[in-house]
């Protein structure tokens, strides 16, 4: 059984800037505080907090969401990739990020903590509070 969750966190920037860091190297690394390499575009890959994160960017629609196939160094070759939707919704010059993480191999639970704590708070930090 896989396990699926949904998180969601408002940050003090425009969709445009925060699906623009999320897409860039020096945006992304610059937003969670840790290396990242990014090819921003659809199939285009990327590995961030150093490598322990990899995938692929499998659907892009503008300043509105990401598709990401996803996977971790805790994953073993025979897990499936997981998959991540980001969806960026703007009111007033502040953003709404919901974050669909599905397809989680069981017993790897620890996901939720890592988002909220290796991107959310960084990047509260780097938008301002």
Known sequence: MKNDFTLTATFNAKAETIYK???????????????AKVDG????????????????????????????????????????DSHVEIILEETNGETKLTLIHTKVPEGQDGYVKGWE??????MKEYFGE
């Open 117 to 122: 704590d290796f991107y959310f708070k960084p």
């Open 21 to 35: 860091a999320w897409l860039s190297t020096q945006g992304h690394t610059l937003m969670t505080g840790s290396p």
């Open 41 to 80: 575009r659809a199939g285009g890959a990327f590995t961030a907090w150093d490598g322990y994160i990899w995938g692929t960017f499998l659907e892009l629609e503008e300043n509105k969401k990401i598709m990401q196939a996803w996977r971790t160094g805790e994953f073993s070759e025979e897990h499936e």
